[in-house]
């Protein structure tokens, strides 16, 4: 993910930021999210965190350069809504990144498989490459790059263009507007 981020200046959102895992190592100071327990854990990282959720940000459209959603679409009640919301509040060229497990993986399957029995992903929707490919499309955006990582009998941190492989996706997709 951080490949797709720019390095300083650009103005981030993480949609379902959690307890800020992922916003501080990426510079991510804008946050939501629905669980004030996590919300609480990110404040303290200093992520300045709205209550909320991915379908109705509390944001003003055209806010933010770029938003990142991670593993956070298997938890949403509406993928494409939430697409629709990060793209109204994404300024003109600004980008969504969205990371997520591929259902179709070995990873995914196992997922899949074991979530019944999962406190964590009890409730989740597993989505695959293709499907998230066709929902940010249905919202607009323009996609421009595909990766994948957790590629089994390749080292642990080696990242390729596409999906197919890798258990972990990374998407990125931009808004392009006729304004």
Do not use: W
């Amino acid at each position: 993910m951080r490949r797709l981020i720019p390095d300083a200046g650009a103005e981030g959102m993480e949609i379902g930021v959690g307890s800020g895992k992922f916003a501080v190592p990426l510079g991510i100071k804008v946050g939501v999210e629905p669980s004030e327990k996590m919300a609480n854990i990110a404040r303290l990282q200093g992520i300045e965190v709205h209550s909320g959720v991915a379908e109705d940000l509390p944001f003003s459209d055209g806010r933010f350069d770029f938003v990142l959603m991670v593993t956070t679409i298997c938890f949403v009640d509406d993928i494409v809504k939430s697409f629709k919301e990060a793209f109204r509040v994404l300024k003109n060229d600004g980008f969504i990144i969205v990371g997520f497990v591929d259902k179709e993986s070995e990873l995914g399957k196992q997922y899949s498989e074991k979530k019944e029995n999962s406190r964590f992903y009890k409730d989740a929707t597993f989505f695959s490459v293709p499907e998230v490919l066709s929902h940010l499309n249905a919202s607009d955006f323009v996609i421009s790059s595909v990766l994948q990582t957790l590629i089994p009998g390749e080292k642990f941190n080696t990242i390729q263009e596409g999906f197919g492989r890798g258990s972990f996706a990374v998407i990125k997709g931009i808004k392009k507007t006729n304004n």
